[in-house]
């Protein structure tokens, strides 16, 4: 759980602290007060990133050259420091005041994450889906982001080969030894995505019919781009393909996965009510996921009630309290020893009466 973040010249805070309860934490404040700049901070030691810019250093406080973020995470009854130094040119990650790749920020402290862009996880870009798959694997496997990040370098190479050899710069015999690679790479990646869709597929119907209030099924599927039982057979069929573009056409780059009712895609024309609770089961069955003997992930949600009805906000309390069809009763809100929520709020009186009397408030100025 996070125990205290310092802020220093990151977005609207040239200094600034807040510590948490390891219950659950009401941040309130008007648009513009840095409400969402103190959760995607703490997010950024799950998913090694902020979330809403293309590069960290966008987030350091206008006419500043250094950004820096400093958090106690308390984990297993032990404490453990984590900062992060953002300039212009680069970023420096320590743990316990020793220096790491800045990959290994992802899953120093499990979260889940949700925000008001949490609904395009159903209908939104395929990049947006397998970037969730991937994070949330990374969170528990060290070792996906490791091949991930190895998968994208050799896929950059093919490509670049790719490009050669249309110019007749470079042999087509020269793609082999980057199939053998990108195929290794690539086998591993979808493994671990399968296992996790095969794993979500036992919970998320059940979670779904909760907060809809209604029967209906929902499950997920995995839209792979090629046959991974002959990966290299279908890298071999596409070079013609590839060479002309310049693009490697199909592996776990391309890949996606669907929201279905039925034999329904969400995308193809349910409401944005439906939408969003798809994607909000889907956020709960990442909590599901993530949590094990050893670990239960930090709720971070970001004006998440603002775009629900009271009914249903009522609905996502009793599933985030340990409902009947939420698997782990323990991550309940407000019990001892339980799961830690930190949330934000425009308006206090759209957070349920139950969250707001039984969390820590903290109050931002505009």
């Not at 648009?31 to 700049?37: A, D, E, L, R, V």
């Not at 404490?79 to 420096?92: D, I």
């Not at 990049?127 to 091949?147: G, M, S, V």
């Not at 690679?181 to 919970?203: D, M, P, T, W």
């Amino acid at each position: 759980m996070f125990q205290k973040i310092l802020l220093q010249n990151i977005r609207v805070f040239e200094k600034a602290s807040f510590e948490f309860d390891k219950g659950v934490n009401l941040i309130v404040g008007p648009n513009g007060s840095g409400k969402t700049t103190v959760l995607e901070s703490l997010a950024l030691f799950s998913f090694g990133r902020f979330q809403s810019v293309e590069k960290d250093q966008m987030a350091i406080r206008l006419g500043e050259e250094v950004g820096r973020i400093e958090a106690t995470i308390i984990q297993e009854q032990s404490s453990r420091q984590v900062e992060l130094s953002m300039t212009p040119t680069g970023r420096t990650m320590k743990i316990d005041s020793k220096k790491l790749p800045a990959s290994q920020m992802v899953g120093v402290q499990r979260s889940v994450l949700f925000n008001p862009e949490t609904i395009n996880l159903v209908s939104g870009a395929p990049q947006l889906r397998r970037r969730e798959l991937d994070l949330t694997i990374a969170q528990k496997h060290t070792t996906h982001i490791k091949i991930l990040l190895e998968y994208r370098q050799i896929l950059r190479q093919r490509n670049e080969l790719l490009k050669r050899i249309a110019l007749d710069f470079s042999d087509l015999g020269e793609l082999d030894f980057w199939d053998r690679q990108l195929s290794e790479h690539a086998l591993g990646i979808v493994r671990e995505r399968k296992a996790f869709i095969k794993q979500a597929n036992f919970r998320i119907g059940a979670v779904y019919k909760e907060l809809l209030g209604h029967d209906r099924a929902l499950s997920l599927r995995y839209l792979k781009s090629a046959d991974y039982g002959d990966f290299l057979g279908a890298l071999k069929h596409k070079r013609g393909y590839d060479i002309k573009s310049g693009l490697t056409s199909v592996g776990p780059h391309r890949d996606d996965f669907c929201f279905e009712t039925g034999s329904f895609k969400l995308e193809e024309g349910a409401s944005r009510g439906e939408q969003r609770l798809a994607a909000f089961a889907f956020k709960l069955i990442e909590r599901d996921y993530l949590t094990d003997e050893k670990h239960i992930p930090v709720l971070l949600m970001d004006d998440v009630f603002s775009e629900l009805d009271s009914s249903r906000r009522d609905m996502v309390v009793e599933v985030l309290d340990g409902g009947p069809s939420t698997a782990l009763p323990s991550a309940s809100l407000g019990a001892s020893g339980t799961g830690q929520i930190i949330l934000t709020a425009t308006d206090e009186k759209v957070v349920p009466s139950m969250i707001r009397e039984r969390g820590k408030v903290i109050k931002l100025q505009g």
